[in-house]
């Protein structure tokens, strides 16, 4: 299978999980982090449920682009495998 092959197929699995590993102390924070997963504010219920935790699942590729915007805005994030992943 071509890395495009497997990059769709890995989508339409949601193969790999983004966790995020920390939580954000403040409101600003919580801004920043959102800003950083290209969420709107109507997503704020839905991500303060969600941190530390799970946030998106899909293909490697496209999380460690995400995942590098969450590092950037200094959190923690990784992207894990589905089936190591405990959530």
Avoid at 35 to 49: H, I, V
Wanted: glycine share 6%; hydrophobic share 40%; no cysteine.
């Amino acid at each position: 299978m071509d890395e495009t092959s497997r990059a769709q197929w890995e989508r339409a699995h949601g193969s790999f999980t983004l966790v995020v590993e920390s939580l954000p102390g403040d409101d600003t924070s919580w801004k920043i982090l959102r800003k950083a997963l290209r969420l709107s504010r109507a997503d704020d219920a839905w991500l303060r449920e969600h941190i530390p935790g799970v946030v998106r699942r899909g293909a490697r590729e496209d999380l460690e682009a995400v995942a590098e915007r969450v590092r950037e805005a200094g959190y923690q994030a990784s992207v894990v495998e589905r089936d190591a992943d405990l959530s």
